[in-house]
C-alpha cells in the first residue's frame, strides 16, 4: 500500500469563485472526486474546533442535545468509532451558538462556491442551476454540520469504507487517519495544514453525469484509531439536497435527460453500498 498522496490544492477568491492553481490541478480534482481548499482568511476555524473538542467534555450540556431520527442530535455511530453531534442547517439557531450556527452558514457560502464551479465546468446553463440541485445552489436544500470525534475504546474501524451520499463535504481534521481509496489501494491523506479537504458526493455525480464534465464520488474510510494515536476531532460539513426532494440530470444544451427524487437515490446508494472486508 503506498503511503501518501499528493491532492490539488485551490482556494476561494475575492469573487466567491473556486481557483485552483492549474487546469490540470482542476481535471485532477474532478477525476478524484477529492482536493484541499485553503482556509478562507474570513472564516473563523480556530473557534469551531475550540467548540468542537468542549462538546466531548463528559459535562458538556451539548451531550444532551436530542436525537431527532437517526441522523442528528448527540450520536454514537454502530460498528464505527464516531462520536458526533450532528445536526441540520435549520436546527444551528436552536442549538449551537451564535458564532457557531454562522460558521455553519460560512460553511454554506463555501459548498455553494463549490458547486457553482461544478456546474460552470459542467456546460449546464446556470438558469437550470437551481433546478438540478434541489436548490442548494441557490441556497436551498439542507446542510448538516458535525463536530466528530473518535472513541478509542472502541475497537472498530474509525469510519467504514464509503462514498458521500450528497454534493459536497468540507472536512477539517487535524490529525492522520483519513484514507482514500485509489487504483484499488487504500492511501493516507496526509493533513496540509492551512487547508480543508473537499470531497464530492453521490449527488453530484448523479446531476452531471450527462453534463460535459462529470465529477467522481471518492470512496473513503478513517482507520481505526488508538488511544496511543493523536486525539483526532473533526468538523464535517455535508452540503446535501433536502431529504424529501428531487435532483434532475441536464445536458449541456440544456435538455432534461433524467431525475430522481432524493429518497430513491439515497436508497439505491445504501443497496449498492460496497462492503469491504
Same mark, same amino acid.
Not at 442535545?65 to 439557531?93: C, M, S
Not at 490529525?175 to 492511501?187: A, K, M, T, V, Y
Given at each position: 500500500?503506498? &503511503?501518501?498522496?499528493?491532492? &490539488? ?24 472526486? @477529492? ?12 473557534? !469551531? ?15 444532551? @442535545? &436530542? ?8 450520536? /454514537? ?36 462556491? @463549490? ?16 433546478? !438540478? ?27 467504514? &469504507? ?40 453521490? !449527488? ?47 445536458? /449541456? !444544451? ?24
Amino acid at each position: 500500500m503506498k &503511503p501518501t498522496i499528493s491532492l &490539488p490544492t485551490a482556494a476561494i477568491d475575492q469573487a466567491q469563485r473556486l481557483i485552483f492553481e492549474t487546469f490540470q490541478d482542476q481535471d485532477l480534482a474532478w477525476e478524484l472526486g @477529492v482536493f484541499y481548499l485553503k482556509v478562507p482568511d474570513w472564516l473563523d476555524l480556530e473557534e !469551531a474546533r475550540r467548540f468542537g473538542r468542549s462538546i466531548f467534555d463528559y459535562e458538556s450540556p451539548y451531550r444532551n @442535545v &436530542p436525537k431527532y431520527g437517526e441522523l442528528e442530535g448527540f450520536i /454514537a455511530l454502530e460498528n464505527n468509532q464516531q462520536t458526533k453531534l450532528a445536526l441540520r442547517r435549520h436546527r444551528w439557531d436552536d442549538h449551537y451558538p451564535e458564532e457557531i450556527a454562522q460558521f455553519g452558514r460560512q460553511l454554506d457560502d463555501i459548498g455553494r462556491a @463549490v458547486i457553482r464551479e461544478v456546474f460552470r465546468l459542467s456546460g449546464i446553463p446556470e438558469e437550470l442551476w437551481t433546478d !438540478a440541485s434541489g436548490g442548494y445552489a441557490s441556497g436551498k436544500g439542507t446542510a448538516f454540520l458535525n463536530f466528530v470525534h473518535y472513541d478509542t475504546s472502541q475497537p472498530d474501524l474509525g469510519l467504514r &469504507p464509503h462514498t458521500d451520499y450528497g454534493f459536497v463535504t468540507i472536512l477539517d481534521a487535524t490529525s492522520p487517519g483519513l484514507q482514500i481509496e485509489l487504483d484499488g489501494e487504500f492511501r493516507d491523506v496526509p493533513v496540509l495544514d492551512g487547508y480543508l479537504l473537499i470531497n464530492f458526493g453521490e !449527488a453530484l455525480n448523479f446531476i452531471t453525469q450527462h453534463s460535459n464534465r462529470s465529477v467522481a464520488a471518492i470512496v473513503h474510510r478513517v482507520t481505526s484509531q488508538a488511544a496511543s494515536n493523536p486525539v483526532r476531532h473533526g468538523i464535517v460539513y455535508f452540503a446535501n439536497p433536502d431529504l424529501d426532494g428531487a435532483l434532475k440530470q441536464f445536458t /449541456a !444544451a440544456g435538455q432534461e435527460v433524467g431525475s430522481s427524487s432524493v429518497a430513491d437515490l439515497f436508497e439505491k446508494l445504501e443497496k449498492d453500498l460496497t462492503t469491504y472486508e
